[in-house]
């Protein structure tokens, strides 16, 4: 069974930055979608930065285009989400998502996820 663990989230004050990383215990990032999802309270989970599998493109949602890139290492089996001017409305749990397929903004396409880290952003 795959494992993704997050880190890296915190408080941070509106316009600030902080760098999430995700761990996984097996290479699952080489040929498969790689997501980053956020779920504010009462809200839906969000898929708003990944990585397909179908074509290797990117995908950006346009609340976070410029400010919330993702990266990863295959070599460390690890991706990650480097934050910049960070907003109150980003204030959420940050989850990332492996092993996907298919559109890869959209959770059902998923089969690993982590438990999720918490970002809070100060105005």
């Known amino acids: 069974e795959v494992q993704l663990v997050e880190s890296g989230g915190g408080l941070v004050q509106a316009g600030g930055s902080l760098r999430l990383s995700c761990a996984a215990s097996g290479s699952i990032f080489d040929d498969y979608g790689i997501g980053w999802f956020r779920q504010a309270p009462g809200k839906e989970r969000e898929g708003f930065s990944c990585?397909?599998?179908?074509?290797?493109?990117?995908y950006y949602a346009d609340s976070v285009k410029g400010r919330l890139p993702i990266s990863v290492d295959n070599a460390k089996n690890t991706v990650y989400l480097q934050m910049s001017s960070l907003k109150p409305e980003d204030t959420a749990v940050y989850y990332c998502a492996g092993g996907g397929w298919g559109t890869c903004s959209l959770p059902k396409f998923y089969d690993y996820w982590g438990q999720g880290t918490e970002v809070t952003v100060s105005s």
């Open positions: 990585i397909s599998s179908i074509d290797g493109s990117t």
